[in-house]
């Protein structure tokens, strides 16, 4: 069966290049969340808003080409290079999104306490 849904994904993915086959919240799950659920070798653990807040105020872009190309210990699309880049993306919009934020646009702006 996931031979099958392999195949079915490639296929897909062939056919409609620039489509992504899996969705941000599978990549998340199958790949980043190895290491993101529990902060291993230092990724920011998923949902964590604190740990996540500086990333995001780098700018999603900033974020996207860690995780294709790869930053610190984490290797380029965590490991897993048969994923499209379309799909990388997806999966650090769902990440982020877990904290709290929203890729939608570049530039994230975060509330200020009152009073100030």
Same mark, same amino acid.
């Given at each position: 069966?996931?031979?099958? /849904?392999? @195949?079915?994904?490639?296929?897909?993915?062939?056919?409609?290049? +620039?489509?992504?086959?899996?969705?941000?919240?599978?990549?998340?799950?199958?790949?980043?969340?190895?290491?993101?659920?529990? #902060?291993?070798? #230092?990724?920011?653990?998923?949902?964590?808003? !604190?740990?996540?807040? $500086?990333?995001?105020? @780098? #700018?999603?872009?900033? /974020? =996207? *080409?860690?995780? /294709?190309?790869? *930053?610190?210990?984490?290797? $380029? *699309?965590? +490991? *897993?290079?048969? /994923?499209?880049?379309?799909?990388?993306?997806? !999966?650090?919009? =769902?990440?982020? @999104?877990?904290? @709290?934020?929203?890729?939608?646009?570049?530039?994230?702006?975060?509330?200020?306490?009152?009073?100030?």
């Amino acid at each position: 069966m996931k031979a099958t /849904l392999a @195949g079915f994904c490639t296929a897909i993915t062939v056919l409609f290049a +620039g489509q992504a086959c899996a969705d941000g919240k599978d990549v998340f799950e199958n790949v980043c969340a190895k290491c993101h659920r529990a #902060g291993i070798n #230092g990724a920011p653990v998923a949902g964590n808003r !604190a740990a996540w807040e $500086p990333r995001v105020k @780098g #700018g999603v872009q900033t /974020l =996207y *080409k860690s995780a /294709l190309n790869g *930053k610190n210990e984490m290797p $380029p *699309k965590g +490991g *897993k290079e048969r /994923l499209s880049p379309e799909e990388v993306k997806s !999966a650090v919009d =769902y990440l982020i @999104g877990l904290a @709290g934020f929203s890729a939608v646009t570049e530039t994230v702006t975060l509330p200020t306490p009152e009073g100030r």
